[in-house]
C-alpha cells in the first residue's frame, strides 16, 4: 500500500528548477535510500515530504493527505512524519528523557505516565538508558542523535524521513547511528526515507536505492540490482 506518493512534483526557488518531474512511490514498511551528487535535490526532496519545502507543480500524497491541497494541514502531516537532521535540533536546557517526552506531551497530550513508558522504551531501543538525565551538552554528537531518533519515534509516526544523519558526526559515532535506524528497520515496520552517502547502509538495510542528480530521479532501483550495475 502506497504512503508517500510523488505524480510529476516540480518545484522552483525562484528561476532555479530543484525538483523536475518527480513520480516516486514508496509503500508502507518500505525503506528508501537517497543518494546523489551534492545540490542535486536530495535534501529538497526529502523536506517535501513533510510539507517544510512546498512544490510549484504537480501532485503529493503522504499517509492520504495530499500536500498539493491548500487546506491540508500540515501539523497533524507532520505527526505522521518524522524527521531526523543532520544536527540534531535538542533543547539545550532540558534532560535526555524531557527532550523526548515533551512533543507527545505538547502535542499528543498524552498521558504522563503513558508518555515516560513509551520514552522509556524508545530510550532503551537507542541505548540510552543511562542518560536519561543528562543534558544534551553532556553527551557526544553520535548520543545526541541518538536521541534526537528516539523523540522522533516517541511521537509514533508512520513515516521517519532522515537527511544526512551522520554527515555531522566523527567516523567513530556513525556506526552507532546507523546501528540504531538498521534496528529501527529490523524491529518495525516503519517507513523510511534516507538521505546518506552510507553505501553500507543501503546495501545491507534498503529495500530500495533512488539516484537524484539536477533535480531529477535518474535511477530507482531494488538495492541489490543498483550494487550489479557496471
Ligand atoms: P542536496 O540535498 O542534494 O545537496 P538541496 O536539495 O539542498 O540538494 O539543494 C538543491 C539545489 O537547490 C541546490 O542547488 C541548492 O543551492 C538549491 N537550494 C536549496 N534550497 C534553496 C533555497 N531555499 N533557495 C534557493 N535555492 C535553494
Ligand atoms: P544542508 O546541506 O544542511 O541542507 P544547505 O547549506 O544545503 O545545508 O542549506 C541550508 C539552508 O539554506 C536550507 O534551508 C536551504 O534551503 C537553504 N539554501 C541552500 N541553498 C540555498 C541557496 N542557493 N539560496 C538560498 N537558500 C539556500
Redesign the pocket.
Known amino acids: 500500500m502506497s504512503i508517500i506518493n510523488f505524480n510529476k512534483v516540480n518545484k522552483y526557488?525562484g528561476n532555479f528548477h530543484a525538483l523536475k518531474d518527480i513520480d516516486l512511490n514508496v509503500n508502507q514498511g518500505e525503506v528508501v535510500v537517497v543518494i546523489g551528487p551534492s545540490g542535486s535535490g536530495k535534501?529538497t526532496l526529502i523536506r517535501t515530504i513533510n510539507g517544510l519545502e512546498g512544490f510549484s507543480s504537480g501532485q503529493l500524497v503522504v499517509n492520504g493527505k495530499d500536500l498539493s491541497d491548500k487546506k491540508t494541514d500540515l501539523n497533524s502531516l507532520r505527526r505522521d512524519v518524522g524527521m531526523v537532521f543532520?544536527h540534531f535540533n535538542l533543547y539545550d536546557n532540558k534532560t535526555v528523557l524531557e527532550n523526548v517526552m515533551l512533543a507527545p506531551r505538547l502535542v499528543l497530550k498524552r498521558d504522563e505516565k503513558e508518555n515516560k513508558e513509551i520514552a522509556m522504551n524508545y530510550l532503551e531501543l537507542v541505548g540510552l538508558t543511562s542518560k536519561i538525565n543528562s543534558k544534551p551538552r553532556e553527551l557526544s554528537g553520535g548520543q545526541k542523535q541518538r536521541v534526537a531518533i528516539a523523540r522522533s519515534l516517541a511521537m509514533k509516526p508512520k513515516v521517519m524521513l532522515f537527511?544526512?544523519p551522520t554527515s555531522a558526526l566523527d567516523p567513530e559515532m556513525i556506526d552507532d547511528v546507523l546501528g540504531v535506524m538498521k534496528k529501527i528497520v529490523q524491529t518495525t515496520d516503519m517507513t523510511m526515507v534516507v538521505v546518506t552517502h552510507e553505501m553500507g547502509f543501503a546495501r545491507e538495510v534498503a529495500d530500495r536505492v533512488v539516484f537524484v542528480d539536477d533535480g531529477m530521479i535518474v535511477e530507482d532501483d531494488p538495492a541489490e540490482q543498483f550494487y550489479n550495475h557496471p
Request: a negative charge; zero cysteines; hydrophobic letters at 0%.
Open positions: 526557488y535534501s543532520q537527511d544526512e
